[in-house]
């Protein structure tokens, strides 16, 4: 098999090459990007099954939307906003997997217990949430609360905060890296 290794630098020239039709350049260029991809995902998503998983829609996203990359524009800017957007994708539907599902092994009772943690631990991870949450600017908190907490979708959250799916996208991205921020500052290990 060929050297499928292909520099960083490189990567617009061929997504270019892909995008007129050049299947060797497109097929080396996909191979060359699975690592960055794989730490893109990995800085968001754990468990090995998931990560590949992301990993396939990621690909799969790129191969759906390639013609709307511009060759006149950074090339890891755009990888890196549709990697993030899967990978939110990805761990909202297991948030809502997760919340449907109950194992067989475990009873109605245990996982009514497993649901619902004692008050005291209950008000204190909202406590510690609206602490965390305050530092950000009210935007940036909006849309976290819209998005995260009352679970609605980008357009929703767009439409009740007047606002594009984009500016949403960006808000919500800055204050997702704000909180990691402030997580691991105060982060006591």
Not at 76 to 84: F, G, K, S
Not at 136 to 162: F, K
């Amino acid at each position: 098999m060929a050297d499928d290794r292909l520099p960083k630098e490189a990567w617009p020239a061929s997504m270019a090459r892909a995008q007129a039709g050049d299947r060797e350049a497109y097929t080396r260029l996909l191979r060359a990007l699975v690592p960055t991809i794989r730490t893109i995902v990995s800085r968001q998503i754990s468990g090995a099954d998931l990560v590949e998983d992301t990993i396939q829609d990621v690909l799969l996203t790129l191969h759906r939307i390639r013609h709307t990359y511009d060759p006149a524009c950074p090339f890891m800017p755009w990888l890196v906003a549709i990697a993030n957007a899967r990978a939110v994708d990805a761990l909202r539907s297991r948030g809502r997997r997760w919340r449907r599902e109950v194992s067989d092994d475990v009873t109605t009772l245990e996982a009514a217990q497993v649901a619902a943690p004692s008050p005291f631990v209950q008000q204190e991870a909202q406590e510690e949430l609206m602490q965390h949450l305050s530092r950000l600017p009210d935007r940036q908190r909006q849309i976290v609360e819209h998005v995260h907490l009352q679970e609605m979708t980008l357009a929703e959250a767009a439409r009740e905060n007047n606002l594009t799916v984009s500016a949403v996208k960006s808000l919500l991205y800055r204050a997702l890296g704000a909180l990691r921020r402030s997580g691991a500052n105060n982060d006591p290990s």
